[in-house]
């Protein structure tokens, strides 16, 4: 484990055969941003829902941390699940924890869908939630998993009852944890890291998503990645619509023989 992670990630999991399939959410959300996803593929696979370090029930997060330390900590996990490889779904930072896992083990990595996402050359958004959660506090983190949806979804309350479920699991480090990792995100990432990815990529993306024009861009920048778009939904496209993310999910996975 990275010197900056104290101790193992939580994981729920789900299903008892098929291949693994491993989910990595959001800042400010925890592992239940997946919990369509994790519910309808674990039929098929064995579904992996983790909480990233200084998330939900994984352990605080230390001074320094970057987005390739909670990449190591999810292969960590990934370990512990099975020696071989994985198909990876990462939504906004859990994109990027995506991206450098494929970086990390290419061989293992069986394929990547990546959501809320997109090639951000600068990362001003990410220093200003770092100032504001500076500044407003742990109060902050309710709001902006409401700002992950399309404005028609922000009053639903679905929407609502998860936003208020997910801040009931607030602990002491929370606060800090999320300020760690926008400062982690605010920094660039290697310059080869999206030109080093090999694995079958799809990009899905809300049309309502501040983020989808540069979902495009990151589509150009990843080798042979392919692009499908949910028509009036937020960054969190996959809670907001999981119908159709779900049939985007699955069709790439049986066009590349992982269905």
């Given amino acids: 484990m990275p010197q900056q992670i104290p101790g193992p990630l939580f994981f729920q999991q789900q299903g008892t055969s098929g291949r693994p399939m491993l989910f990595i959410h959001s800042t400010p959300d925890d592992h239940r941003l997946w919990?369509?996803?994790t519910a309808h593929f674990s039929a098929r696979y064995q579904t992996i829902a983790v909480d990233l370090a200084g998330y939900g029930r994984s352990p605080v997060i230390r001074e320094g941390v970057t987005v390739a330390d909670q990449a190591r900590a999810c292969w960590d996990v990934v370990d512990r699940i099975t020696p071989g490889g994985t198909i990876i779904q990462g939504n906004s930072l859990g994109a990027f924890v995506a991206l450098h896992m494929?970086?990390?083990?290419?061989?293992?990595?069986?394929?990547?869908?990546?959501s809320g996402c997109g090639h951000l050359p600068t990362r001003e958004m990410m220093v200003r939630w770092k100032e504001r959660y500076s500044a407003e506090g742990i109060g902050l983190r309710e709001l902006q998993i409401l700002d992950h949806f399309s404005p028609a979804a922000q009053k639903t309350p679905l929407v609502q009852h998860y936003a208020r479920m997910i801040v009931e699991l607030n602990t002491n480090g929370t606060l800090e944890s999320i300020i760690a990792m926008n400062q982690a995100l605010s920094q660039p990432d290697p310059a080869d890291l999206l030109r080093s990815i090999t694995a079958p990529t799809l990009i899905i993306s809300g049309?309502?998503?501040?983020?989808?024009p540069a979902a495009l861009e990151l589509q150009k920048r990843i080798p042979n990645a392919e692009?499908?778009?949910i028509d009036g939904a937020g960054h969190s496209c996959n809670f907001e619509a999981p119908w159709q993310f779900d049939q985007f999910c699955a069709a790439f996975l049986s066009q590349h023989d992982l269905g």
Avoid: E, K, V, Y
């Fill in 102 to 114: 494929a970086a990390q083990q290419p061989g293992r990595t069986l394929a990547l869908i990546l």
């Fill in 35 to 37: 919990l369509f996803q």
């Fill in 227 to 229: 692009f499908a778009s």
């Fill in 207 to 212: 049309t309502a998503d501040r983020n989808h």
